[in-house]
């Protein structure tokens, strides 16, 4: 049981270059996220489905797109690579989207993708 | 803006030894869940507590969430080597909040 699958693992880009990075999940989870994780600050939500069909901007959304493709995909699009963006990216998944209160749906975590920008 | 702390940032003791790490909030959460994430690889998640005042062990681990839900503690009894990792917290209310995490390093 796979859980969650991202590719690539690592990936060095020049400024300015584009590129997408991949989620596919394999537990039927209606709910997908895009996090990343930079030294002190913990992981910061970068976009969220909700649910298929649906995409919402989370806390730190400025120069990235993402799309999900269908209830098992999430992509995350860099448009114009910035040095800023070098991070490790986390692609995570939820039975339910709902944050709060009893059967709290816990996140399930990809192994994330180390992303540098130079 | 809701903001955890979690205290300290990083610890490092020997085998044996009893810890304790701490995630802090002037906000209020309905539920409170505990990551641990090794080196290359996504956080998994331990525990979830969501009653004030609720205790919870994993063997070795004790999480307990505060009274008030504005806090929770992690302690760790005996300390191993494989307890060696990023513990962190999140809070849930309106939104998932995370803290920055705790690098605990257990020399053998």
């Known amino acids: 049981n796979a859980g969650v699958t991202q590719t690539p693992k690592f990936q060095v880009l020049k400024t300015g270059q584009s590129m997408t990075l991949q989620c596919a999940q394999d537990m039927n989870h209606n709910s997908m996220y895009w996090y990343r994780q930079d030294p002190g600050m913990g992981l910061r939500l970068i976009y969220y489905?909700?649910?298929?069909?649906?995409?919402d901007k989370g806390e730190v959304p400025n120069g990235y797109n993402v799309s999900r493709l269908n209830k098992r995909e999430f992509s995350l699009r860099l448009e114009s690579a910035a040095p800023s963006q070098t991070s490790v990216y986390f692609c995570?998944?939820?039975?339910?989207?709902?944050?709060?209160?009893?059967?709290?749906?816990?996140?399930?975590f990809g192994n994330g993708t180390r992303l540098t920008v130079t | 803006t809701q903001l955890l702390e979690q205290s300290p940032q990083f610890l490092s003791i020997q085998e044996g030894e009893n810890l304790t790490v701490y995630c802090n909030s002037s906000s209020v959460f309905s539920s409170l869940q505990w990551y641990r994430q090794e080196p290359g690889e996504g956080p998994v998640l331990l525990v979830t507590?969501?009653?004030?005042?609720e205790v919870k062990k994993l063997k070795r681990l004790t999480f307990q969430f505060g009274d008030a839900r504005k806090d929770s503690s992690l302690h760790i009894t005996a300390a191993q080597p494989g307890d060696t990792g990023l513990y962190l917290c999140a809070g849930s209310s309106q939104k998932l909040v995370f803290g920055q995490g705790t690098r605990l390093t257990i020399n053998p």
């Open positions: 489905s909700a649910s298929e069909g649906t995409t």
């Open positions: 507590v969501v009653t004030g005042g």
């Open positions: 995570a998944s939820s039975e339910l989207f709902r944050w709060y209160g009893q059967g709290n749906s816990p996140l399930h």
